[in-house]
C-alpha cells in the first residue's frame, strides 16, 4: 500500500470517529433553525411578518438608511432573499425607497411611520423571547456564549476577507477584459 493511499485511510477513519453532531457548524445550524421555529410564530401570528422581513425591518431600523447591499452584507444574506423581503415591506407601508444621493444605481430603505411603529410594537416581544431563550443560562454562561459567538464571527470574516478581495479583484479585472490568475486563501487549523 502506498503512503498516499493509506494517508487517506486513516484519515477516512479519523473523520468516521467524529459524530457529525460534535461539528460546529451542525450545532449552530441545529440551533439556528431552533430558533427560527421557536420565535416565528411570535412574529408571524402576532404580526404577519415573516422572519426575513423582520430581520430587514429590524436592520433598516439600526442602520437608519440603508442599500439593499448593506443588507446583505450584515446579514449575510443573499440578494435576492433582501429583494424579496424588502419589497413585501414596501408594498406593506413599512419601508421607502428613495433615491440614493451617493450612488445611483442604488436605492436607500428607509422605515416609514407605520415601519417604526411596527418595530415599536415587535420589539417587545422579541425581548421576552430572548429573555426566555437566555434564562437556561446564568449571567456568566451568556457572557461566555455571546463573547465566544463575537470570536467566532470575527475569525471566520478574517479568513473569508481574503477571498472576498479575490473575487473582488476577479470582477474588477473581468470589467476591464483583463485575465487575472489568483490562488484561493489557505486555511490552516
Same mark, same amino acid.
Given at each position: 500500500?502506498?503512503?498516499?493511499?493509506?494517508?487517506?485511510?486513516?484519515?477516512?477513519?479519523?473523520?468516521?470517529?467524529?459524530?457529525?453532531?460534535?461539528?460546529?457548524?451542525?450545532?449552530?445550524?441545529?440551533?439556528?433553525?431552533?430558533?427560527?421555529?421557536?420565535?416565528?410564530?411570535?412574529?408571524?401570528?402576532?404580526?404577519?411578518?415573516?422572519?426575513?422581513?423582520?430581520?430587514?425591518?429590524?436592520?433598516?431600523?439600526?442602520?437608519?438608511?440603508?442599500?439593499?447591499?448593506? /443588507?446583505? @452584507? =450584515?446579514?449575510? %444574506?443573499?440578494?435576492?432573499?433582501?429583494?424579496?423581503?424588502?419589497?413585501?415591506? !414596501? #408594498?406593506?407601508?413599512?419601508?421607502?425607497?428613495?433615491?440614493?444621493?451617493?450612488?445611483?444605481?442604488?436605492?436607500?430603505?428607509?422605515?416609514?411611520?407605520?415601519?417604526?411603529?411596527?418595530?415599536?410594537?415587535?420589539?417587545?416581544?422579541?425581548?421576552?423571547?430572548?429573555?426566555?431563550?437566555?434564562?437556561? /443560562?446564568? @449571567? =456568566?454562561?451568556? %457572557?461566555?456564549?455571546?463573547?465566544?459567538?463575537?470570536?467566532?464571527?470575527?475569525? !471566520? #470574516?478574517?479568513?473569508?476577507?481574503?477571498?472576498?478581495?479575490?473575487?473582488?479583484?476577479?470582477?474588477?479585472?473581468?470589467?476591464?477584459?483583463?485575465?487575472?490568475?489568483?490562488?484561493?486563501?489557505?486555511?490552516?487549523?
Amino acid at each position: 500500500m502506498t503512503a498516499r493511499k493509506r494517508g487517506r485511510t486513516s484519515a477516512s477513519k479519523a473523520a468516521d470517529t467524529v459524530p457529525i453532531e460534535q461539528l460546529l457548524d451542525y450545532k449552530i445550524g441545529q440551533l439556528r433553525k431552533l430558533l427560527d421555529r421557536y420565535s416565528s410564530p411570535a412574529i408571524s401570528e402576532q404580526f404577519g411578518l415573516s422572519l426575513a422581513e423582520w430581520r430587514m425591518l429590524s436592520h433598516i431600523h439600526a442602520g437608519g438608511s440603508v442599500t439593499a447591499f448593506w /443588507l446583505c @452584507r =450584515r446579514l449575510q %444574506a443573499d440578494r435576492a432573499e433582501v429583494s424579496r423581503a424588502c419589497a413585501s415591506l !414596501i #408594498s406593506r407601508g413599512y419601508v421607502v425607497s428613495k433615491p440614493n444621493p451617493a450612488d445611483a444605481r442604488s436605492a436607500l430603505l428607509e422605515l416609514t411611520r407605520a415601519g417604526q411603529a411596527m418595530y415599536g410594537r415587535i420589539m417587545p416581544v422579541r425581548l421576552r423571547l430572548q429573555k426566555e431563550l437566555t434564562g437556561a /443560562l446564568d @449571567r =456568566r454562561e451568556n %457572557a461566555l456564549l455571546y463573547r465566544a459567538l463575537d470570536k467566532l464571527t470575527k475569525a !471566520i #470574516s478574517d479568513r473569508m476577507a481574503p477571498a472576498a478581495e479575490t473575487a473582488k479583484a476577479k470582477r474588477s479585472a473581468a470589467k476591464k477584459g483583463a485575465i487575472v490568475r489568483t490562488h484561493a486563501p489557505r486555511y490552516s487549523r
